[in-house]
């Protein structure tokens, strides 16, 4: 039995927008002519097939530590789908992971047809996952020049970047963080070990800072990361206060998986500051909730 690579909770690549807007119309796909329920009568394990229409069919191709490109065979034209973890079956119908899901295997998708205007194109509203293929990394093969085009091996010295989210009633917001200081350390190609140390500002002296605007008093905030952090801790303050009378600030709760992290209850008003940890050092980021 070949060895799956092991991959996280992965929905899009990054992609920095400030308001995520649907392609006006559905991409129309055939839809898969057997849409009764196989499971009718047996272990409540066993797929169904979804109810609603295939809308798409891909090789998967993963990359980096959690990345999930898809080619459509036809076409080869790239783009990555939301995975509902709860509904991935593999050919006979039986659940399984998302850590299961390997190099070369070619999925089927079913959902709503809503295809987002980017490259590669993503598929954000996926209720179901169907293994229709088993394949290995040597499928992917002819593939991997499209793959070099969209990803590159992250350089050792880059500082992770940070993006906050926040849904609101009409949109989904995502704004990119500059990160305020950072002590990182990484190991050149020549096997050199290099450290940079940048002492940055106060969060409360943050100047033309991309405001997070909350539709309620307080709303759970998505952090995203470049790269799964082994720590973050958040701190809060009220906005408008002084860097010099601020204190240590009220500490957040915040829930860590790879590379994101939930904010619970942030509160308008406030400024927060993010202090995420790495292997490699440790990054502060800040932005303000209105």
């Known amino acids: 039995m070949r060895k799956k690579k092991m991959i996280g909770r992965s929905l899009f690549s990054s992609v920095l927008v400030l308001c995520i807007l649907f392609a006006g119309g559905c991409q129309k796909k055939e839809v898969d002519g057997n849409t009764e329920n196989p499971s009718k009568g047996k272990d409540s394990a066993k797929a169904r097939i979804s109810e609603n229409e295939k809308v798409v069919e891909g090789m998967l191709l993963t990359f980096g530590e959690e990345g999930m490109l898809f080619i459509e065979p036809e076409t080869e034209s790239p783009f990555y789908v939301y995975i509902p973890e709860d509904n991935i079956f593999d050919e006979n119908g039986e659940k399984f992971g998302l850590e299961d899901m390997g190099d070369g295997d070619i999925f089927a998708f079913y959902g709503e047809g809503i295809v987002m205007e980017s490259y590669p194109a993503q598929y954000p509203a996926i209720t179901e996952v169907r293994r229709i293929q088993d394949g290995d990394a040597q499928d992917t093969e002819p593939y991997k020049d499209i793959l070099a085009q969209i990803y590159q091996?992250?350089?050792?010295?880059?500082?992770?970047?940070?993006?906050?989210?926040?849904?609101?009633?009409?949109?989904?917001?995502?704004?990119?963080?500059?990160?305020?200081?950072?002590?990182?350390?990484?190991?050149?190609a020549n096997g050199e070990k290099e450290s940079i140390i940048a002492c940055g500002t106060h969060v409360l002296d943050m100047k033309e800072t991309e405001p997070i605007r909350l539709d309620e008093e307080t709303a759970d905030i998505k952090l995203f990361f470049s790269k799964s952090p082994k720590s973050v801790k958040v701190r809060r303050w009220d906005k408008g206060m002084k860097a010099e009378d601020a204190g240590e600030g009220e500490g957040q709760k915040v829930d860590l998986e790879k590379k994101e992290a939930v904010l619970r209850n942030a509160r308008k008003d406030s400024v927060y500051e993010v202090t995420a940890e790495w292997e490699q050092g440790t990054v502060t980021y800040g932005f303000v909730a209105e």
């Open 153 to 188: 091996e992250p350089d050792p010295s880059e500082i992770p970047f940070m993006n906050v989210e926040n849904r609101r009633m009409d949109s989904v917001v995502t704004v990119m963080t500059e990160p305020l200081g950072y002590e990182w350390s990484y190991e050149t």
